[in-house]
T-cell receptor, first 115, second 113 residues
Framework: NAGVTQTPKFQVLKTGQSMTLQCAQDMNHEYMSWYRQDPGMGLRLIHYSVGAGITDQGEVPNGYNVSRSTTEDFPLRLLSAAPSQTSVYFC??????????????FGEGSWLTVV | AQSVAQPEDQVNVAEGNPLTVKCTYSVSGNPYLFWYVQYPNRGLQFLLKYITGDNLVKGSYGFEAEFNKSQTSFHLKKPSALVSDSALYFCAVRANYGQNFVFGPGTRLSVLP
């Protein structure tokens, strides 16, 4: 079972460059999300989607864009990378919306460094 | 607004001793509570969850957690720690009407041989 697949695992960017972190899930989950993990701050929600064609902002959306053209894919775009975006990024998915008891499944993470 | 606190950045315990990792939460309505574990350079893995029913929840790898509504706590416990339990542990809450998870800052558990 592939689950949630993220690419790339490691990336170094120069300030001002743009890039896309890819995320795909094969579990037919409706709900997908992107988090960033920074030391001492836990996971903070960047953007999320409750289904194809629907996206919304989370806690820290600035500097990031998302789209959800299919159920399976939820890419995260960094528009103009800044050193403050150096972090570990996790894509996640959950089956169903409004079903609060469902757990969340995470990808393996993408380590991004902006220099 | 939902929030989760994990008051200890680091917990050290000797192998074979019981361990507790603390979590308190704040949420409007009934909470759905979760524990996740993260090993180095890996994603988060689900350990256990409380939805309703028995306040003592059993999960993977011998872990359990106790839901205490009056103290708004959901502490993670294990009767006998293993060195392999050393990892970063996250508590998370989800409101019963909402969809987003809120995670605590994490507690690093070190089990010493």
């Amino acid at each position: 079972n592939a689950g949630v697949t993220q690419t790339p695992k490691f990336q170094v960017l120069k300030t001002g460059q743009s890039m896309t972190l890819q995320c795909a899930q094969d579990m037919n989950h409706e709900y997908m999300s992107w988090y960033r993990q920074d030391p001492g701050m836990g996971l903070r929600l960047i953007h999320y989607s409750v289904g194809a064609g629907i996206t919304d902002q989370g806690e820290v959306p600035n500097g990031y864009n998302v789209s959800r053209s299919t159920t399976e894919d939820f890419p995260l775009r960094l528009l103009s990378a800044a050193p403050s975006q150096t972090s570990v990024y996790f894509c996640a998915s959950t089956p169903g919306t409004g079903v609060s008891g469902n757990t969340i499944y995470f990808g393996e993470g993408s380590w991004l460094t902006v220099v | 607004a939902q929030s989760v606190a994990q008051p200890e950045d680091q917990v050290n315990v000797a192998e074979g001793n019981p361990l507790t990792v603390k979590c308190t939460y704040s949420v409007s309505g009934n909470p759905y509570l979760f524990w996740y574990v993260q090993y180095p350079n890996r994603g988060l893995q689900f350990l256990l969850k409380y939805i309703t029913g028995d306040n003592l929840v059993k999960g993977s790898y011998g872990f359990e957690a106790e839901f205490n509504k009056s103290q708004t706590s959901f502490h993670l416990k294990k009767p006998s720690a293993l060195v392999s339990d050393s990892a970063l542990y996250f508590c998370a809450v989800r409101a019963n009407y909402g969809q987003n998870f809120v995670f605590g800052p994490g507690t690093r558990l070190s089990v010493l041989p």
